[in-house]
């Protein structure tokens, strides 16, 4: 279960900003996990459950943004919406594709308090 692992990053990416900018808590905290980035989201948000308890995060507000997988066809050059790093270009028919959206694990924004 890499989601405890990417959860534990999270909190010690928190710690360190809340340490830089001497602050107290995190207030909100905005992620972007792609649908193809491999992150299951029950696991996740088991994991987050389970390993924010008495850390700067604690109370924070967590919102997730998840981008949808987009490919670019390497014959065609058409643009695809796509569920799986496999699916062939709806136009001409290729498997090869770049992946272009869909892949982001990250954290977008933290909103940092000082009491």
């Not at 109370?59 to 014959?75: D, F, L």
Request: net charge negative; hydrophobic share 35%; charged share 25%.
């Amino acid at each position: 279960m890499h989601e405890l692992s990417i959860v534990m990053s999270i909190v010690d990416l928190a710690n360190q900003e809340v340490q830089k900018a001497d602050a107290t808590h995190v207030e909100t905290i905005e992620l972007e996990i792609g649908t193809l980035s491999g992150v299951e989201m029950e696991a996740l948000d088991f994991a987050w459950q389970s390993s924010i308890s008495g850390t700067v995060l604690e109370n924070a507000e967590r919102i997730v943004h998840r981008p949808e997988g987009m490919a670019k066809c390497s014959q065609c050059n058409h643009t695809f919406a796509t569920e799986s790093y496999f699916d062939p270009c709806p136009h001409c028919g290729e498997f090869y594709n770049e992946i272009i959206r869909g892949k982001e694990l990250r954290v977008k924004t933290l909103t940092l308090v000082s009491d």
